[in-house]
Structures are given as C-alpha cells and as structure tokens.
C-alpha cells in the first residue's frame, strides 16, 4: 500500500512540474521568448532567474548564440536584390547611404554575396533567435536597383519609399507593409498575416492572403489580382470607378462596391476596360471605395 501511495505521490509530483514548467515556457515566451524553439533564458526574457535555460531547441543549446547589438555593412547596388531571412524583420527604404544594418543577428549567421549582377543577402536560422531580430536596407539612390525581392519564414517586411521595376514581398508568418511605392509589376504575399499598402501604385500585381486581412491602397493600372482565403479585403483607388474593371468573388460575405452592396458571389463591372482587376474572398467582405 505504501509503494502504491509513493508511486502516486511521484505521479502528482512529476505532474505539477510539467505544468509549472509550461507555465513558465509560456510566460517566457509572452515576455519576448523564442516561440520557434519554444525556449526561454535569460537572454530573451529580462525577468529569467537563471543561468540556464527551459524549452524545447533544435539540437544543443548554446546561450552564445544570442547576439545582441547591431552591424552595419555597407555594399554596392546591383540591378536585382535579393534579401532572406530565416526568423526576423526585413525593412527596405531610401536613405542617405548603401548600408545594411543587422540588429541583434550575429556575423556568423549573415552572408552576402554578389553574383551575376545580383545582391544576395542571407539571415540563417539559429538555435535561440533573438526577439528582435531585424535587417534594415537602405538605398541612397533606388534607381540604381531594377528589382527587390524580399522573404522571410518568420516576421514583418516593411518597404518605403521605393520606386523600381519589379518588387516581391513575402512573409510565411507576419506582416507585409508597403509605403509609397511604385513598380511596374510585382507580388505581396503573406501565409499568414495582413497586408498593407499605403499610396502604392503598380501596373500588374498579384496579392494573396491566406490568413489575414489585405488594405490596398494607391493605384493599379493593369490586369491584377487579390486574393485571401479567410480574411477582408479593402481597395481604395486613385481613380474613378469607371476606369477600372472588376470582377469579384466572394463565397461567404458581403461585397461593397462605391457605397453600393451586392450579394456574395461574383460580381463584374467595367469588363471591357484596361484595368482589370480580379479579387476572390473564400471568407470574409470586400469593399472598394475610390478617392
């Protein structure tokens, strides 16, 4: 009997721990611990009491790895840029030099390269990624650059103040913010996150949302398309109604055209004009207003 009472007792026991310890993961986390390794220590969360850290990474742990501070790298305009980044913030403006700037990523997880007439620049995954890891690009004269392609897996991409050729702007898991931009043709791509342009023009764009809600606004003067799986889409356009051309689709919501409603499915307006813009919406409204 007393076996099984002590046997009981390390059940309770080993039970409270794992729910102390999760509760623990999580707040370290909801105070700037990593979520991709599900870990917190000192370096990530300020109010951490030990040297050691709790959580769950990929292969060993090795509080080294945190980095915090920030490089700058200077670098030479290409026609293509192509920037990567693992887990982290990517933020492209104008500026008054060509400079790179790391915050709180370490030099041995940073690479660039030239090739070809491309820039390529590389943030690499590491076990214990700092909270606030980002790469700000800036460009003294953007005309010296075609086309800019910026992903990351995990965090926000921001572009201001651009006017190219051709811009590509992703995020598997976070936001995607443009900012007076301009180019010729394009995408924006979130899996999971909004998407946001402000005074943001494009001949030809493609703009897909699976989880997220999409805020165009600005112009488009070509045949284009937004799309979300779940989420609201918002257009507002520079122009008259009567010089675009829609056709929209929405399976479950309500589409507002000018202040005017229609019942969810598919609308069209203007089919014969030159801007020809087609949105689709499996769940959630769309509204589209013109200034």
Known sequence: ??????????????LLLVVVGTCMIGAGISAGGS???LSVNESTASWWPFSASVGFGDGEWDNKEIFHGSVKKSFTPKNIIELHVAVG??????????????????DDKFEMKEEDGKLFIKVLSSIGNNKNQKLVLQLKDPTQVKVV?????????????MELEEI?????????????????????????????????IFDMVEIGSQVG?????GDIKGNSSINTEVGDINVSLMR????????????????EIDDEKYAYGETSLN?????????????????????
């Open 89 to 106: 913030d990517i933020e492209i403006r104008k500026g008054n030099e060509n400079i790179c700037t790391l915050y709180n990523i370490a």
């Open 271 to 291: 089919a014969n004009t030159k801007q020809n813009i087609q949105i689709n919406c499996s769940t959630g409204s769309v509204e589209i207003n013109f200034k």
């Open 1 to 14: 009997m007393k076996k099984h009472n002590k046997l009981f007792y390390i059940s309770i026991t080993g």
């Open 213 to 217: 809600d999409i805020d165009y606004d």
């Open 149 to 161: 392609s910026a992903s990351v897996e995990t965090g926000d991409v921001d572009i201001s103040n």
């Open 35 to 37: 979520k991709t390794f």
């Open 240 to 255: 008259g109604k009567e010089e675009y051309g829609f056709k929209v689709v929405s399976s479950l919501g309500d589409i």
């Open 168 to 200: 590509y702007a992703k995020s598997n898991v976070g936001d995607v913010t443009l900012k007076n931009v301009q180019a010729k043709a394009g995408s924006i791509t979130s899996e999971t996150g909004d998407i946001e342009t402000v005074n943001t």
